[in-house]
């Protein structure tokens, strides 16, 4: 059984920053890439970062700039740090990976989520 559990969200100033941390466990053979969705009230998810097990980061155009996806793989955890939060980054935010178990197939894995809001 594997498991992604997210930390790290709160509530936030405008201009603020969190950092978001997801941590894999279970027999975890490797996990692939790694992604933070966000999704709004009343809005669909969208994807806001990857990283690749190698460690190539791709983001939204709404977070360039703002945000910076890493992993460590030695400890199975990504990381999401924000920077210049708005009150649009408001969300709850999940994390995903591609993640093989010890013996088995890759399949999709989703964390639980945190909720992040961004309000004076």
């Known amino acids: 059984q594997v498991q992604l559990v997210e930390s790290g969200g709160g509530l936030v100033q405008p201009g603020g920053s969190l950092r978001l941390s997801c941590a894999a466990s279970?027999?975890?053979?490797?996990?692939?890439?790694m992604r933070w969705y966000r999704q709004a009230p009343g809005k669909q998810r969208e994807l806001v970062a990857t990283?690749?097990?190698?460690?190539?980061?791709n983001y939204a155009d709404s977070v360039k700039g703002r945000f910076t996806i890493s992993r460590d793989n030695a400890k199975n955890t990504g990381h999401l740090q924000m920077n210049g939060l708005k009150p649009e980054d408001t969300a709850v935010y999940y994390c995903?990976?591609?993640?093989?178990?010890?013996?088995?197939?890759?399949?999709?894995?989703w964390g639980q989520g945190t909720q992040v809001t961004v309000s004076s």
């Open positions: 995903n990976a591609v993640i093989w178990i010890v013996g088995g197939d890759a399949r999709d894995y």
């Open positions: 990283i690749t097990s190698g460690g190539s980061p």
């Open positions: 279970g027999s975890i053979f490797r996990i692939g890439a």
